[in-house]
């Protein structure tokens, strides 16, 4: 077994409660799902850490392995990190923030096929609804710039264009 030294198991500590200390009342973690993202058939699940009293980063990641039908299936994976600055206090009320995207997708829709990636970048903004103490509804936009690394059956796409980074309504569950 690994044991630390006591002077180093105290300042360890220490440096620990001051790296997750930020005020008896602050919420400091979350979890989410997307209802838009749901139902467009997409798994998503978003944690969300307080980093001080107005700042909060998010991390969401969604998938959709579906083959619908012969001719519709809709396969991505995506990552959208976000940095939110809360106006009020972190998880409550208006946010702003920046946020990046990563989404490697294979759509096909009667017999057209788009198969790609994108990395994007963009400025978000949202607002939380306290439902109950634990419970936030969490609507929000991103739009940024997108790189598309796309091709469909025969022709070639844009490689820079504006896009929504994010879009969704959350259900927000706040751990502590």
């Known amino acids: 077994m690994f044991l630390l030294p006591q002077n180093k198991v105290l300042k360890l500590s220490i440096l620990l409660f001051l790296f997750v200390y930020n005020g008896a009342n602050a919420q400091r973690v979350g979890v989410s799902s997307n209802l838009v993202g749901l139902g467009l058939l997409s798994a998503n699940l978003e944690g969300e850490i307080s980093l001080n009293h107005q700042t909060t980063l998010a991390f969401g990641a969604s998938c959709a392995p579906w083959k619908i039908t012969d001719k519709f299936s809709l396969r991505h994976i995506s990552i959208v990190p976000e940095y939110r600055y809360w106006f009020n206090q972190a998880m409550y009320a208006h946010y702003v923030g920046i946020n990046a995207l990563y989404c490697a997708y294979d759509i096909d829709i009667s ?43 025969s022709e070639s796409m844009p490689k820079v264009s504006p896009i929504l980074t994010r879009l969704g309504v959350s259900i927000q569950y706040l751990i502590f």
């Not at 109950?132 to 469909?152: L, T």
């Open 111 to 153: 017999r057209k096929r788009y198969v790609g990636n994108t990395i994007g970048l963009g400025l978000g903004y949202g607002y939380s609804f306290v439902v109950e103490k634990r419970w936030n509804v969490v609507p929000g936009i991103g739009i940024g710039v997108g790189w598309n690394n796309r091709r469909s059956n």
